[in-house]
């Protein structure tokens, strides 16, 4: 081979579309998928066929107008995981970033080989070549990066994401394709096996980049998961000393009003000490009530939450034994009852009718375990993410509640579950009786 262009005409076009389905199959067997087994085998079948049809059409155009071919299998690729993930289409096009990279890596690894062996080798031989290679490199892939993804609910990636991931496979496809384009630049290639072992390295080392850039992303997203848990954990206890500090004040007005009381009674004129009476009555009304459990830590919480809820028109009761929680550190106990609270009394404020909006908690021992359970009514949606139920509000800061309960209640080898139905929403969070924190 001493051309480009023969180069190119000779690379069979039905193995570099089952390349980029292989790579595609890839992230789909490590994402959440869009539907069942059934139904992403007839998406995957559609997907082969999509991509043979314009590999074979790609082929039939002039040298000129490869790129634009190599561009629309890229987009048939695209739209091969749009459809087969639950994916956004920023994460769509950043996972086709990286299948389309792994393609060009398995077919040009196959090539490089079948191009050294081709006059020794039978074409059955050849074929079986091929499907090693995929296999092989195709296993390796998704072992790396089923490690890389992990087990993650949803795909949270951004525009900057997106543009670094595509300049990495631009950059890369760019460079491993440049001698299939012109011998006549410094960088290119002039004989057949220096172009392939250029273009399987610069494939594989894009790859790699591709790899790296997830795992900074990563994380970069566990910092960011973590300052936002450590911020309202903060606030959260910042929010119980500034309870605390508002219940001993209130405190102290009602016991001082017993006093101011007691010389409005000495009073002579009858009505107009009965009129300074009701006055400061009605002036101190509600500041005793403030929710006693047995543990000031709670009670400074609850009452908080109270005073929110009504705010709302939200109606809370409760049943609480809070000795039972002794075990939980303030910042702990602050975090679970603070956010399971404010997620049922957001939640319940949407309801139009004040009669409607309704907050149970029950703090209780049961058996050897202790159980909070915190119910609610609802407008009866529930928005989730995979597998992962999501706040409804997009402001900044909002999304952690349930996540910071989880991670507090696990650290004292708690459990959460979540049941509910049209009407009523309910979180409950079992501990093992008088547990300490594992770290």
């Known amino acids: 081979m001493n051309g480009a262009e023969e180069i190119v005409a000779d690379i069979p076009r039905h193995l570099t579309a089952l390349a980029e389905w292989g790579a595609c199959l890839v992230y789909v067997l490590i994402l959440g998928r869009r539907w069942r087994a059934g139904g992403t085998i007839l998406v995957a079948a559609a997907g082969l066929a999509a991509l043979l049809l314009t590999q074979w059409w790609a082929g039939t155009l002039p040298l000129a107008l490869w790129i634009p071919g190599m561009l629309a299998a890229a987009a048939v690729m695209y739209g091969f995981l749009s459809a087969a993930l639950a994916v956004t289409p920023l994460g769509a096009g950043y996972i086709a970033a990286?299948?389309?990279?792994?393609?060009?890596?398995?077919?040009?690894?196959?090539?490089?080989?079948?191009?050294?062996?081709?006059?020794?080798?039978?074409?059955?031989?050849?074929?079986?070549?091929?499907?090693?290679?995929?296999?092989?490199?195709?296993?390796l892939a998704w072992a790396a990066e089923r490690g890389t993804f992990g087990r993650v609910d949803v795909l949270r990636v951004s525009g900057r994401d997106l543009v670094g991931a595509a300049a990495i496979t631009v950059a890369t496809f760019a460079i491993s394709n440049l001698s299939f384009i012109s011998a006549n630049t410094p960088f290119?290639?002039?004989?057949?096996?220096?172009?392939?072992?250029?273009?399987?390295?610069?494939?594989?080392?894009?790859?790699?980049?591709?790899?790296?850039?997830?795992?900074?992303h990563n994380e970069a997203v566990v910092r960011r998961?973590?300052?936002?848990?450590?911020?309202?954990?903060?606030?959260?206890?910042?929010?119980?000393?500034?309870?605390?500090?508002?219940?001993?004040?209130?405190?102290?007005?009602?016991?001082?009003m017993k006093h101011h009381l007691d010389a409005l009674r000495a009073e002579q004129d009858a009505a107009a000490r009965s009129r300074m009476v009701d006055e400061l009555?009605?002036?101190?009304?509600?500041?005793?009530?403030?929710?006693?459990?047995?543990?000031?830590?709670?009670?400074?919480?609850?009452?908080?939450?109270?005073?929110?809820?009504?705010?709302?028109?939200?109606?809370?009761?409760?049943?609480?034994?809070?000795?039972?929680?002794?075990?939980?550190r303030p910042l702990d106990l602050?975090?679970?009852?603070?956010n399971a609270m404010d997620n049922a009394v957001q939640a319940a404020a949407r309801l139009p009718s004040p009669d409607q909006r309704l907050v149970r908690l029950a703090l209780f021992a049961q058996d050897d375990f202790v159980m909070l359970r915190v119910e609610n009514t609802y407008d009866g949606i529930v928005r989730r993410e995979g597998e992962r139920i999501v706040s409804r509000q997009t402001a900044e800061g909002h999304g952690y509640g349930l996540r910071n309960i989880e991670t507090a209640a696990?650290?004292?080898?708690?459990?959460?579950?979540?049941?509910?139905?049209?009407?009523?929403?309910?979180?409950?969070?079992?501990?093992?009786?008088g547990a300490r924190r594992e770290s």
């Open 334 to 338: 602050t975090a679970i009852v603070g």
């Open 225 to 256: 998961d973590a300052d936002a848990m450590a911020h309202l954990l903060r606030s959260q206890h910042e929010q119980y000393e500034l309870t605390r500090r508002s219940i001993d004040d209130v405190n102290r007005k009602y016991h001082d």
């Open 188 to 216: 290119s290639g002039r004989f057949g096996t220096e172009i392939f072992y250029i273009r399987t390295l610069v494939d594989f080392a894009g790859f790699i980049a591709l790899y790296v850039q997830h795992r900074v």
């Open 410 to 433: 696990t650290a004292y080898g708690g459990a959460v579950s979540i049941v509910h139905d049209e009407r009523w929403f309910s979180l409950r969070i079992l501990f093992p009786r």
């Open 281 to 328: 009555e009605d002036s101190i009304r509600g500041y005793g009530a403030v929710v006693h459990t047995g543990h000031h830590v709670l009670d400074a919480v609850l009452t908080a939450k109270r005073a929110y809820a009504a705010e709302n028109d939200v109606e809370v009761s409760y049943v609480a034994d809070g000795v039972l929680l002794e075990f939980l």
């Open 98 to 139: 990286r299948a389309f990279v792994l393609g060009e890596l398995a077919a040009s690894v196959y090539w490089q080989l079948d191009r050294f062996y081709a006059e020794e080798i039978p074409p059955l031989a050849q074929a079986l070549l091929c499907v090693a290679v995929y296999t092989v490199v195709f296993a």
